[in-house]
Each structure stands twice: as structure tokens, then as C-alpha cells.
């Protein structure tokens, strides 16, 4: 069974500060995807991560892969109040017939403060 | 906007009733997902239907079910519902047939009295 660990799932932090989200999976996957979700709302694709090294930014957002290590980091630069979401990691699940949904970890909940 | 469309986005109903929740997904899509979100559970990944037939199901309670159109939109039937049942259930296309990007609907958020 795949599973995938976020840490941490609460985190306060005060804007200007930078800190990283940590994903953690247990079996082999070459593919994974963080996704934002605000309260209330839908989940918004961040970044697709599709192979070992794989480094993707957006703004004050950067995602990296190490599928050797199965972890996945998202590092949020010099904060802002805008980025407080609950932010999701995403992993590929594959069964027998090949690969198939995403399975989610529990989500990091995150708050910044002005 | 992510393309997917959910109906209905609220649905309050009782114990022991049946419901069905609908789901467009994004133009040329043929997969549709179904997820439950709760508080406790977090995201659970219910099944996966691609260009018609089941590909693969996830904790999908026996109460449950599904199906995917020949228009590819699919439908979710809840029945005999409990109060834990109590969740936002969003749909999720993609046009592969797995490992692909999902797009989320907005969700239909399910309460049970």
C-alpha cells in the first residue's frame, strides 16, 4: 500500500521567513504533484514533478524530487500572507494495470502571519 | 477555473437516503476520478473511470457507486447514508488513462442529519 507523509501538517510562520515542506512516500514513483488548496475550495495544481532532480519554481515556490530517496520538498521564500493554504503533496499510485490515481498525503496547513 | 463542473456544490439530506452527485470533466478528458475529503480521513481516493469503464477503485464503501457516460460524464450514487458520510466529495479529470495530472472540481459538499 502507498503511502504518502507530509510534515509538518500545521505550520504558523510569520511573513519574510522562509521554511520547506517535507513529502515523504513508501513505495517507487517517478511522478509527483503538490496541489494548493484553500478552505473551502478546490485543489489548484502547483507543480508536476516527473522525474529524479526535478526542480520546478513559481514565484516564492519551489518544489524538488529525489525518487531515490522518495521525498519531495516545497520550499516557500520570504513568505507572504497570500500563500496561506493547506498545500498537498500527490503521489502516482500504480496497481496492476499500470499507473493510476494520485494518492494525497494529509496536507499541510499553513499559516502566515503578518 | 479548472474546467470540471460538480453538481450539486451543497446537498444536505438524512440518514438512510440516496443521493447522486454529478461531474463534467475538462473538454477531451476520458478520466474521471471521485474523491471524499473529510477532516479526519483527509483525501481519499474513491474510484477511477476511464472513457467509460471502471479502472480502479480506492476505500469506495459497498453503498457506493459509480459510472461513467458515453458523454464521459460521470455520476456517484451515495446510498443508505450515515452520518459519517458527511464529506465534500470532489470529482477529478485528466485525459490520461493514469498517472496524469488530475483537474479538480469546485466539490459537492455532502451533509447528513
Known amino acids: 500500500e502507498l503511502k504518502v507523509e507530509q510534515n509538518p501538517l500545521f505550520l504558523s510562520m510569520q511573513e519574510g521567513k522562509n521554511y520547506t515542506i517535507y513529502c515523504n512516500y513508501s513505495t517507487t514513483s517517478d511522478r509527483l504533484y503538490w496541489y494548493r488548496q484553500d478552505p473551502g475550495k478546490s485543489l489548484e495544481s502547483l507543480f508536476v514533478?516527473?522525474?529524479?532532480?526535478a526542480v520546478k519554481q513559481e514565484g516564492r515556490l519551489m518544489a524538488s524530487l529525489d525518487t531515490k530517496a522518495r521525498l519531495s520538498t516545497l520550499h516557500i521564500t520570504a513568505a507572504v500572507h497570500d500563500l496561506s493554504a493547506t498545500y498537498f503533496c500527490?503521489?502516482?499510485?500504480?496497481?496492476?494495470?499500470?499507473?493510476?490515481?494520485?494518492?494525497f498525503g494529509k496536507g499541510t496547513h499553513l499559516i502566515i502571519q503578518p | 477555473d479548472s474546467g470540471v463542473t460538480q453538481t450539486p456544490k451543497h446537498l444536505i439530506t438524512a440518514t438512510g437516503q440516496r443521493v447522486t452527485l454529478r461531474c463534467s470533466p475538462r473538454?477531451?478528458?476520458?478520466?474521471v476520478y471521485w474523491y471524499q475529503q473529510s477532516l479526519d480521513q483527509g483525501l481519499q481516493f474513491l474510484i477511477h473511470?476511464?472513457?467509460?469503464?471502471?479502472?480502479a477503485k480506492g476505500n469506495i464503501l459497498e453503498r457506493f457507486s459509480a459510472q461513467q457516460f458515453p458523454d464521459l460524464h460521470s455520476e456517484l450514487n451515495l446510498s443508505s447514508l450515515e452520518l459519517g458520510d458527511s464529506a465534500l466529495y470532489f470529482c477529478?479529470?485528466?485525459?490520461?488513462?493514469?498517472?496524469?495530472?488530475?483537474?479538480f472540481g469546485e466539490g459537492s459538499r455532502l451533509t447528513v442529519l
Open positions: 514533478l516527473l522525474s529524479n532532480g
Open positions: 473538454s477531451g478528458d476520458l478520466s
Open positions: 477529478a479529470s485528466s485525459v490520461s488513462p493514469g498517472g496524469g495530472e488530475l483537474f
Open positions: 473511470y476511464y472513457n467509460g469503464e471502471e479502472r
Open positions: 500527490a503521489v502516482v499510485l500504480y496497481s496492476g494495470g499500470g499507473a493510476d490515481g494520485l494518492t
